[in-house]
């Protein structure tokens, strides 16, 4: 079975650009979450969606940060436009139901993003 | 909202030692959850663990959930150069309907042959 997947692994981009980064969940997960680690910080919460719906967004830093997940399979989150403290890695995480017995969430490798 | 303090941040060790690293925090918790990141990779869940005082092992890991809910602690015992990484303690929220994860800064192992 494949893991969760992202693309790309790696983005530089200059200050004020738009970045789209993707991320593919387990099949049949339909709980999708997105978590952002800055270098030295801790990995940090961002949004959480269920199927196509958000769910909780309240780790969402500023309206630059747009996530998406039209039909509740893969899902992006746009930076528009980058700053450079938005340089950092975002992970992409799925789970199989909200809960912990069956809430395991499965982390993808990653996008390296960097701002300049 | 809420903050684990993990430490230590590094530790550099010669392969066949225990280790130990622990986390900490000023709220009480249901479920302590430990993670360890390879290079290149993302987090990996090691051991949950969902009441206090619980003591769960894998392998050469083992952990435990501290009894006033505020702390728990890794162990590995007689390490080797596959335990290197950066291991992450975690707690669940489930505020807002969301199980989202908070996570400590993690504690980056390094095993010396």
Known sequence: EAGVTQFPSHSVIEK????TLRCDPISGHDNLYWYRRV????IKFLLHFVKESKQDESGMPNNRFLAERTGGTYSTLKVQPAE???SGVYFCASSQAPGLALGEQFFGPGTRLTVL | GQQLNQSP????????EDVSMNCTSSSIFNTWLWYKQDPGE???LLIALYKAG???SNGRLTAQFGITRKDSF???SASIPSDVGIYFCAVTYSGAGSYQLTF???TKLSVIP
Do not use: A, Y
């Open chain 1, 84 to 86: 450079l403290e938005d």
């Open chain 2, 104 to 106: 400590g800064k993690g």
């Open chain 2, 42 to 44: 993302g987090p990996v």
């Open chain 2, 9 to 16: 941040q590094s530790m550099f060790i010669q392969e066949g």
């Open chain 2, 74 to 76: 890794l162990n590995i």
């Open chain 2, 54 to 56: 619980e003591l769960t």
């Open chain 1, 39 to 42: 270098m030295g910080k801790e």
């Open chain 1, 16 to 19: 004020g650009q738009t970045v």
